[in-house]
């Protein structure tokens, strides 16, 4: 059985004591044939990253759609129409983008895997000194960089993966890569978060709920509950990537700055363009 080891988190506190522990742990997992936890099965660097990104997509989107109308004077049921329509159909393409690039990036990964060994195999002289002049590149002595690419060259799968770090800049493939699952995660979260700032509109709908959702309360209720939702995904998004002291806050300002500024632009232009057309022009105006 592993046993579990934060490194990460040994860092975020710059905890020299800890981070030692952690790798003592992950020595004792790999000395029994355990993954190290940092590199296998860890949701914090495959579906939550696709679940913030793609959340963070989805509300400042509908955020933008729903200012921007506004700012036109449309009704309510045409902020709610439209912010759906393009709420679903916007997550559907991202959902698919995120799923075909992914793919595409697997494909091409291991049809470089393939072409790697396929010269290894035909060449593998050439591939040693190609890694040699790698590593004389890089400032080590041509004894030492013969010395650890010839014994490197012994074990062929060891010596595949790391030609495709150095020679191609790019990692060997992921046995357990889903795009379908990454397409369907970014696409779900897309929808969810992006439906925040509807939220408000959509109470106003219940019974008797107009006289407390008056169209500014609603607007200003949208705003809110959509700045709070963009700063706690920044935070997130932060303690996802980044591993400083107070990271968490300054992520979560910096989405919630970028998600006000797209709103106020949105809001700006349809302002604008309901002063250029007439009122009466305009379906669904008031």
Same mark, same amino acid.
């Given at each position: 059985?592993?046993?579990?080891?934060?490194?990460?988190?040994?860092? =975020?506190?710059?905890?020299?004591?800890?981070?030692?522990?952690? %790798?003592?742990?992950?020595?004792?997992?790999?000395? %029994?044939?355990?993954?190290?936890?940092?590199?296998?099965?860890?949701?914090?660097?495959?579906?939550?990253?696709?679940?913030?990104?793609? +959340?963070?997509?989805?509300?400042?989107?509908?955020?933008?759609?729903?200012?921007?109308?506004?700012?036109?004077?449309?009704?309510?049921?045409?902020?709610?129409?439209?912010?759906?329509? %393009?709420?679903?159909?916007?997550?559907?393409?991202?959902? #698919? +983008?995120?799923?075909?690039?992914?793919?595409?990036?697997?494909?091409?990964?291991?049809?470089?895997? &393939?072409?790697?060994?396929?010269? *290894?195999?035909?060449? *593998?002289?050439?591939?040693?000194?190609?890694?040699?002049?790698?590593?004389?590149? &890089?400032?080590?002595?041509?004894?030492?960089?013969?010395?650890?690419?010839?014994?490197?060259? &012994?074990?062929?799968?060891?010596?595949?993966?790391?030609?495709?770090?150095?020679?191609?800049?790019?990692?060997?493939?992921?046995?357990?890569?889903?795009?379908?699952?990454?397409?369907?995660?970014?696409?779900?979260?897309?929808?969810? #978060?992006?439906?925040?700032?509807?939220?408000?509109?959509?109470?106003?709908?219940?019974?008797?709920?107009?006289?407390?959702?008056?169209?500014?309360?609603?607007?200003?209720?949208?705003?809110?509950? =959509?700045?709070?939702?963009?700063?706690?995904?920044?935070?997130?998004?932060?303690?996802?990537?980044? %591993?400083?002291?107070?990271?968490?806050?300054?992520?979560?300002?910096?989405?919630?700055?970028?998600?006000?500024?797209?709103?106020?632009?949105?809001?700006?232009?349809?302002?604008?363009?309901?002063?250029?057309?007439?009122?009466?022009?305009?379906?669904?105006?008031?």
């Amino acid at each position: 059985m592993s046993l579990c080891a934060d490194p990460r988190k040994a860092f =975020t506190n710059r905890d020299v004591e800890a981070s030692k522990k952690a %790798h003592e742990v992950r020595l004792h997992n790999l000395e %029994h044939g355990e993954p190290l936890e940092e590199n296998h099965g860890n949701i914090a660097s495959t579906y939550l990253k696709s679940v913030v990104y793609g +959340g963070l997509d989805g509300i400042i989107t509908t955020f933008a759609t729903v200012t921007s109308v506004a700012g036109a004077h449309f009704s309510s049921i045409v902020i709610i129409v439209l912010g759906i329509s %393009h709420l679903l159909a916007d997550g559907l393409s991202m959902g #698919f +983008g995120d799923a075909l690039s992914t793919q595409a990036e697997i494909d091409y990964n291991k049809s470089e895997r &393939k072409r790697e060994k396929w010269e *290894m195999q035909n060449n *593998m002289q050439g591939e040693i000194d190609e890694m040699i002049a790698i590593y004389l590149q &890089k400032g080590i002595s041509k004894e030492d960089a013969q010395t650890m690419i010839n014994i490197l060259a &012994k074990y062929p799968d060891a010596f595949l993966d790391h030609m495709m770090v150095e020679e191609l800049s790019l990692m060997p493939p992921d046995e357990d890569d889903n795009p379908v699952k990454d397409g369907a995660v970014t696409m779900a979260s897309f929808v969810i #978060f992006g439906s925040v700032p509807l939220m408000p509109y959509l109470l106003a709908l219940l019974p008797g709920a107009h006289k407390v959702f008056t169209e500014e309360v609603t607007l200003w209720s949208a705003v809110v509950l =959509t700045i709070v939702t963009l700063f706690a995904l920044g935070a997130l998004k932060s303690a996802i990537v980044e %591993h400083g002291h107070n990271a968490w806050w300054r992520g979560g300002l910096q989405i919630a700055i970028n998600g006000t500024i797209a709103a106020v632009v949105g809001w700006a232009v349809g302002a604008g363009l309901s002063a250029i057309v007439p009122e009466a022009d305009i379906p669904g105006a008031g």
